[in-house]
């Protein structure tokens, strides 16, 4: 990316990603058997060993007052920087690093507070260090429970008795913290006893238990002991950043480069998804139409065990190397050749290593791309063709473009080519599902209105700074309009940005009917300015609906809305995010509706309550959101194995009874209740381990999946014919469309 250029977005405010994920942090390490001495753990596991802090460096000073500069001059509400923002930065790093309480003392955080009201004055100074002072404390402690935990799993499980009733206590970001080591190991005893427990329930021996979860914790060690200063600079930096608002970030050159990859949906490299695997980095699987595909060398298995440049570049070892440095190494220009001590995957050492040279190339992330499918409807006697297109984000290849390649990526053009062939195929609406659509492109939220429109505004933008409350209409200049038919656009809670500026600009035409749930209320506009050293997203601006409200914290709110699953949590959405901008409104511009929508929305209404409360998959997802708003309210999980067996089989009993009356009202095959169960999940949250990544998004708390499938004893036919139920709120969606247009047919006029 060039150092000139500054591109705008409405950045994702959902956790699914928006790009493929190419380094995947799944590590296991060699075990110690249950046979081997506790001295000898003892020594191996010694913190003076294992903790080394980090220092940070001269670049991370200078970025550091380089981003102050950026946020004080360019942010949409002007910054402060000051001794209030330096205490938002500390209790947000705090949180970030341990929002669980589970590795700081009481007495390390009072210590801490020397820098609650100097953080600000240290930024100013070209300096980091109250960041990395906090980081490196954190790191030793996590190191220290790792080590606890490890001597719990390997030399202690024989003595736990699940006979006694004591709980785990689950929500702890209220909690205060531990006021010594021994208060923080009970609340850690309870929680590897937990894990122990979940074990046992799945019907583990205790060899097997042991084995399992001294791998997981030794594991997590290996990958914390990899932490280095890049990680905390990208910590504290993005915690600077988000003190201002939750939506302003920073990101070092190599987040910077998986960000922008992102955005484009395609990156240059060989087309491979990575994991590690025993300090190896093992090939998951090959990016269909990328090189290493193509190729036909590499398979799904093989370990990568050294990383050579071009066609003569001496090899490189890379076993026991961080994931994202062998991935870094990997990456490259396209047409550049990258070499890879390869040991195939029915190999049984590195003996068999060979060395394939692939030549890097542009590897489509093809899976966030816009995509279509035609529902059969058969509805009051007349059969319907409902075109859906899927859209999980608003992306644009701008670097692409900027080079003039003809095929870059764009969602518009995507979608222009996705309605081209639903019209070819005579499909009688189209409902737009932009459901876990987190934003993207401003640009393309724009074009991708006009799709739909003939010309007009689409979206206002009020700036700030040296344009501080000017207000601009963005619009469709192209009369060209490439659908024309009956549309809905279907929305949830984790729809955002872009998605807020469609489905809005749709409504208020009322081009379209809007159906779903609450939309995310993410209103601010972010742009990604290039600095020295990585590039900061800045919220510049605020957007408004052509009809002068805001999105922002009220979001979008559907003409017919669905029950969704989100609805079951109070922490998703832009009014639960602290330091989120306040809701505001500016003046309307002049538009002229397509239809008279909203005078048919009673009864579109109406008729669509009338089919969900008869509808076994709304009853369904009614029940569901309730069961799991129950689950939510529990603070505590008991340790004692007869009261949890008892819990799970009664909660797989309700769940199971609520799925086998919604198959028997769809008429479906019933399933057959299994007493004993063979598998359980644990539900002890992992371990919190620093992270590369630091989001702002919240949690996807699950899918939309309405059909249970654990325990599953159905036949091969019963399962095919499972898997070809159709989405109940597509259904529904396109059961509303149906509506609508006979309603139109009896007469009810266009507004134009």
Not at 166 to 180: I, N, T, V
Not at 336 to 342: A, E
Not at 379 to 400: C, H, M, Q, S, W
Not at 496 to 511: K, L, M, N, P, V
């Amino acid at each position: 990316m060039s150092s000139n250029f500054i591109s705008l977005w409405l950045i994702a405010s959902s956790r699914r990603s928006i790009i493929t994920l190419f380094a995947i942090l799944i590590c296991s390490t060699s075990t110690l058997t249950a046979q081997e001495d506790v001295s000898q753990l003892n020594t191996v596991l010694e913190i003076d060993s294992l903790f080394k802090p980090l220092e940070s460096k001269e670049v991370h000073g200078a970025t550091a007052a380089n981003l102050l500069q950026e946020l004080q001059t360019k942010h949409y509400s002007g910054v402060e920087i000051n001794d209030n923002f330096s205490s938002v930065v500390f209790d947000s790093y705090l949180d970030i690093l341990d929002g669980s309480h589970l590795y700081f003392l009481k007495d390390d955080v009072d210590d801490l507070s020397v820098y609650r009201y100097s953080i600000d004055d240290t930024l100013k100074q070209n300096s980091v260090e109250p960041g990395f002072e906090i980081y490196n404390l954190y790191y030793k402690r996590i190191l220290e429970r790792l080590i606890y935990a490890i001597d719990r799993v390997e030399n202690h499980i024989p003595e736990m008795d699940f006979t006694v009733d004591e709980y785990m206590e689950l929500d702890r970001d209220e909690a205060p913290y531990a006021a010594s080591i021994e208060e923080l190991d009970e609340i850690w005893r309870r929680r590897i006893k937990n894990s122990v427990l979940g074990l046992r329930l799945t019907g583990d021996s205790s060899d097997e238990i042991l084995e399992k979860l001294s791998k997981r914790y030794r594991n997590q060690l290996s990958q914390v002991l990899k932490t280095n200063d890049r990680d905390i600079f990208q910590a504290y930096l993005s915690t600077v950043a988000k003190a201002v608002d939750p939506h302003t970030a920073y990101f070092s050159p190599r987040d910077s480069q998986n960000f922008n990859m992102g955005l484009s949906l395609s990156l240059q490299g060989i087309g491979a998804q990575l994991q590690s695997e025993d300090e190896y980095t093992k090939i998951v699987e090959l990016i269909k139409g990328g090189p290493a595909e193509r190729g036909n060398e590499l398979k799904a298995g093989d370990r990568i065990i050294g990383i050579g440049q071009g066609v003569d570049g001496d090899i490189e070892d890379v076993v026991g190397m961080r994931l994202d440095d062998v991935v870094s190494q990997i990456r490259g220009e396209k047409g550049t050749v990258v070499r890879l001590n390869v040991i195939p995957v029915d190999a049984v050492s590195e003996s068999s290593a060979t060395i394939i040279n692939i030549t890097r190339d542009t590897v489509k992330l093809e899976d966030q791309s816009a995509k279509k499918e035609v529902i059969e409807l058969s509805y009051n006697d007349r059969n319907y063709k409902i075109g859906v297109i899927d859209l999980p984000t608003f992306y644009f290849d701008f670097e692409a473009a900027a080079r003039g390649d003809e095929d870059f990526k764009s969602s518009t053009r995507d979608v222009r080519a996705l309605l081209e062939e639903l019209k070819n195929e005579s499909v009688d609406a189209v409902v737009v599902d932009l459901r876990n659509n987190g934003g993207g492109s401003l640009s393309e939220a724009n074009q991708l209105v006009g799709l739909f429109i003939e010309t007009g505004a689409t979206v206002q933008i009020r700036y700030s700074g040296i344009r501080n409350g000017f207000t601009r209409s963005f619009g469709d200049n192209d009369p060209e309009v490439a659908y024309s038919g009956p549309l809905a656009v279907l929305v949830n809670r984790t729809s955002a940005s872009a998605s807020e500026i469609f489905a809005g600009a749709i409504q208020d035409y009322q081009r379209g009917v809007v159906l779903g749930s609450q939309t995310f209320g993410k209103g601010t506009v972010q742009e990604i300015i290039p600095m020295d050293y990585g590039q900061v997203k800045l919220t510049r601006s605020k957007f408004y609906r052509i009809s002068g409200a805001s999105t922002q914290h009220r979001g979008v709110i559907p003409d017919i809305e669905f029950p969704d699953i989100y609805d079951a949590y109070e922490d998703i959405g832009e009014s639960s995010l602290d330091g989120a901008l306040p809701w505001d409104t500016v003046r309307p511009v002049e538009y002229r509706p397509y239809h008279s929508i909203q005078a048919i929305v009673p009864e579109l209404k109406a008729l669509h309550e009338q089919r969900a409360l008869e509808s076994p998959d709304f009853i369904y997802l009614e029940d569901q959101i309730a069961r799991t708003k129950q689950f939510r309210m529990r603070e505590e999980l008991s340790l004692n194995e007869e009261i949890v067996k008892e819990e799970r089989e009664t909660n797989r009993r309700v769940e199971f009874d609520a799925e086998n009356i919604r198959r028997f009202s769809k008429g479906l095959p019933l399933r057959e209740w299994i007493a004993e169960t063979t598998e359980a999940d644990s539900e002890e949250e992992p371990a919190e381990l620093p992270s590369d990544e630091l989001t702002e998004e919240p949690s996807n708390p699950t899918n939309n999946e309405l059909i249970v499938t654990e325990n599953d004893e159905s036949t091969p036919e019963e399962v095919e014919e499972e898997e070809e139920e159709k989405d109940p709120l597509l259904l529904e969606s396109g059961k509303i469309l149906a509506d609508f247009m006979a309603i139109n047919e009896r007469g009810v006029t266009s507004a134009r």
